[in-house]
């Protein structure tokens, strides 16, 4: 998969929020969806022309007046009419009737269903996957399943842990990975320290079984069916209060202790794929399911297992939260639960994949990987390798002067042992040692960059630069340094001299394809930096952001040194104000380390939801995103009495060195990154910046001839001109792509 990708086929356009009653995630007017009969088909939760697993749930919209015991279903030609039967009432009491079926046992590829009820006749053609890839392009090989792991740090083999206790080995995985389903039930105990713990063998009530009352106000026993399996070559877990005495639940007759709202959570890091994983995003969450929240999540969905591939996380979720509803019935919403790595995931999804996700709560933002690794390459390299070699040395707030950060250990010691994430040789442990990538000694072997691990999207071409030459092509990569002035705002604002300035930026250099320094400048591969931007592996307003509500709660980390810098929350709004003119279905929320407001604000999603769901206006989605935000949702920050201050959160682009106006920002300053440093924009997503002729009026200092000579001998070529838009820089637009094998909406 070498050369460009440009897009084909048939586009889907963007996906909208339920296209029926409880369908959070059908396509507006894409190939599945039949809203020109007079019944409307559609599958639910997940597109017609995606759903996977052999078994899809369709909706029949039925008119209000309709006998339902008239309608008629065939599939394929094959009566399937005792397939389906009334859906639940809606939960919030929205007027309709609709029928809902579970087909089971599809074929691979298309099938036709057809209801007719009197002379009114409805299509609608369903595609099925046995399991993926669907969307999300050509399959990472090799693939260690779980009992090909490499041993932990305790030299034992690597295990999944079930949750009640029992563990999962993955000696017996049969083709892609693949394990037995099961179903455990585990019950949360009373007394001063609560825990799951599991349910007895003969289903006897424990003494010590706690009660829960869920958001409905229903009084159940803390009891959860657990399902454990895999899909899409991950291993999944859905939770859910279900009492094992009542009859199993399905999509007709949901168990009583769920509140029909499901809850998706995410883990964090962001290392190369390549295996799959022991761990979740977390699914016995008692703050969660004690309220009767259904949770869900994969191994595939945890962004260090991942290969921090939001694409592949899509669509996995896409996938389970089908499962999920075939079970239980489809959620009325689902919400995104995360942070750091699990926080790019939600924004990633959200912007790429609208609807998947409803609403999002990341905490500990980074607005994607992509753009996140402009900082953390350069200041792990090229600056590190400079600033920390100079001599005489330089003090810590010089260097903190140029990377921006609150503390230089930021940059040099804070990013952990291993940041090379962009590298080839930043394996996970879990990938055994034998089957990793050597230049010499293994060229075929696993290259542990994360576009290595994303050349479904980037493509791959054939780097020269690397000697012994290569055996087979790289993944693109969009990593770019030329024409970026280091520690620009530093000078202009007095804080380096001239001399240091320029010595700098004549030997800062930059990285090859290796992530190994060279002296000339890093350049981005220009279809990578295009695609990036196509895609929406860089998050913009462009896509799905614009109309999903999003929680943004900052735990403040800044002033111990830590890379989860705060200014990528007001990074990921300026964003959206920049494309979509506001960010007002943004909230940022910050406070100290002990506070956190995860339960209240996953309430006030909830509300936020439920009230754009009873929106029965023809309005702009994006205005009833707004309009629906419950009022005591405000920018807002949390001082460590617990005393809440509501301000707008503000960065200052003109105070990068002294960002404490207001309240909140006395608190809790915000700091930048080299490349706001070095004068680039806020959004802080210019992969490879436009260039110009140097001018002397963009420098607070004055040169003396010998300096400007010597700055234009560094920059040649110009310098970056932060006032326009990247190279190859355009608003993601185009949503739901798909890079193979579904050719609906094709990224070619």
């Known amino acids: 998969m070498s050369g460009g990708r440009r897009w084909s086929g048939v586009m889907a356009g963007a996906v909208g929020i339920a296209c029926a009653l409880g369908a959070d995630a059908c396509v507006d007017g894409a190939p599945g969806v039949d809203v020109a009969g007079a019944l409307q088909l559609t599958t639910v939760p997940t597109p017609a022309h995606l759903v996977s697993g052999g078994n899809a749930l369709v909706r029949v919209e039925l008119p209000a007046d309709a006998d339902a015991a008239a309608v008629s279903v065939s599939l394929n030609g094959t009566d399937v009419t005792n397939a389906f039967r009334e859906a639940p009432a809606d939960r919030l009491g929205r007027p309709g009737r609709a029928l809902l079926g579970l087909l089971e046992g599809l074929a691979e590829g298309d099938s036709t269903v057809t209801v007719s009820l009197g002379d009114a006749r409805s299509n609608l053609t369903l595609t099925n996957w046995a399991d993926g890839p669907i969307f999300s392009g050509e399959p990472l090989d090799p693939y260690f399943c779980l009992g090909e792991l490499g041993p932990g740090r305790d030299g034992e083999a690597r295990r999944f842990a079930i949750g009640n206790g029992e563990v999962l080995l993955g000696e017996a995985h049969g083709e892609d990975c693949s394990l037995d389903t099961r179903v455990d039930f585990v019950y949360r105990t009373t007394g001063p320290e609560p825990m799951f713990a599991p349910m007895p063998d003969d289903a006897s009530r424990p003494t010590d079984l706690a009660e829960t009352t869920t958001t409905e106000g229903r009084r159940v026993p803390y009891i959860v069916r657990l399902e454990t399996g895999t899909i899409n070559r991950a291993i999944y877990q859905t939770a859910v209060l279900v009492d094992p005495s009542a009859p199993p639940p399905t999509p007709w007759a949901p168990p ?50 991942g290969g921090c591939n939001d694409v592949l996380s899509a669509e996995t979720t896409m996938m389970v939260k089908e499962r999920f ?18 926080a790019m995931q939600q924004l990633l999804i959200a912007g790429a994949y609208p609807g998947i996700l409803d609403g999002i709560l990341p905490t500990l933002t980074f607005p994607d ?19 920390n070699t100079r001599e005489p040395p330089l ?34 442990d879990a990938i055994p040692v034998e089957a990793r990538y050597h230049p010499v000694d293994n060229p075929d072997g696993v290259r542990c960059s994360i576009y290595d691990g994303m050349r479904n999207v980037f493509g791959t071409r054939r780097y020269d630069e690397i000697e012994p030459t290569p055996v087979r092509e790289f993944g ?28 700098l930026n004549e030997h800062v250099g930059g990285w090859d394809i290796e992530f190994q320094w060279r002296p000339e400048r890093a350049e981005g591969d220009p279809d990578a930096i295009r695609i990036a931007y196509e895609t929406g592996r860089v998050t913009s307003g462009g896509g799905g952001l614009a109309t999903t509500p999003i929680i943004d709660e900052r735990n403040y980390l800044d002033h111990v ?15 959206l104000i920049r494309d979509n003119g506001h960010a007002d279905n943004y909230i940022i929320q910050r406070h100290g380390t002990p506070l956190s407001r995860a339960d209240e604000n996953l309430a006030l999603m909830n509300d936020w939801l439920d009230v754009i769901a009873l929106d029965e206006t023809t309005d702009d989605l994006a205005m009833k995103v707004v309009r629906a935000k419950p009022v ?7 001082n460590d009495d617990g005393l809440e201050i509501v301000e707008p959160a503000v960065f200052d682009r003109d105070a990068i060195f002294d960002n404490t106006e207001g309240r909140c920002n006395a608190l809790y300053p915000p700091h930048a990154g080299a490349r706001m440093v070095a004068g680039g924009p806020l959004t802080s997503d210019v992969l490879k910046c436009q260039l110009k002729p140097i001018d002397p009026g963009d420098y607070a200092v004055p040169f003396t001839p010998e300096e400007m000579a010597r700055l234009e001998s560094i920059f040649s070529d110009g310098v970056c001109d932060w006032s326009k838009p990247g190279v190859g820089q355009v608003p993601n637009t185009r949503t739901w792509l798909s890079y193979g094998p579904s050719p609906v909406n094709r990224y070619e």
């Not at 959570?265 to 399911?289: H, K, M, P, S, W």
């Not at 810590?396 to 952990?416: F, M, Q, T, Y």
């Not at 040194?561 to 964003?575: D, I, W």
């Not at 005591?632 to 949390?638: S, T």
Request: aromatic share 12%.
């Open 256 to 305: 009583a202790g769920w509140n029909g709202r499901l809850v998706y959570t995410y883990g964090g890091g962001c290392e190369a794929g390549f295996f799959q994983g022991t761990g979740t995003g977390g699914v016995l969450r008692d703050n969660i399911l004690s309220q009767g929240y259904g949770l869900a999540s994969s191994t595939l969905n945890v962004n260090a297992q």
């Open 325 to 342: 509803a075939e079970t239980y019935g489809p959620p009325l919403h689902t919400v995104g639960w995360g942070g750091s790595g699990g």
């Open 369 to 387: 990987a992509i753009t996140y690794f402009i900082d953390t390459a350069e200041c792990r390299l090229p600056l590190r390798n400079y600033l």
């Open 395 to 428: 003090t810590d707030e010089v260097k903190n002067a140029i990377g921006g950060w609150a503390a230089w250990e930021v940059c040099d010691r804070s990013l952990g042992p291993r940041p090379n994430r962009i590298g080839p040789d930043d394996c996970p």
């Open 476 to 503: 693109r990569s969009p990593q770019d340094n030329v024409g970026v002035q280091y520690g620009l705002e530093a000078l202009n604002a007095g804080l380096i001299d001239m001399d240091l300035f320029l010595d």
């Open 561 to 575: 040194a830590n890379f989860h810098a705060s200014y990528y929350s007001f990074v990921t709004r300026q964003r």
């Open 632 to 638: 005591e949702l405000q920018d807002a920050c949390w």
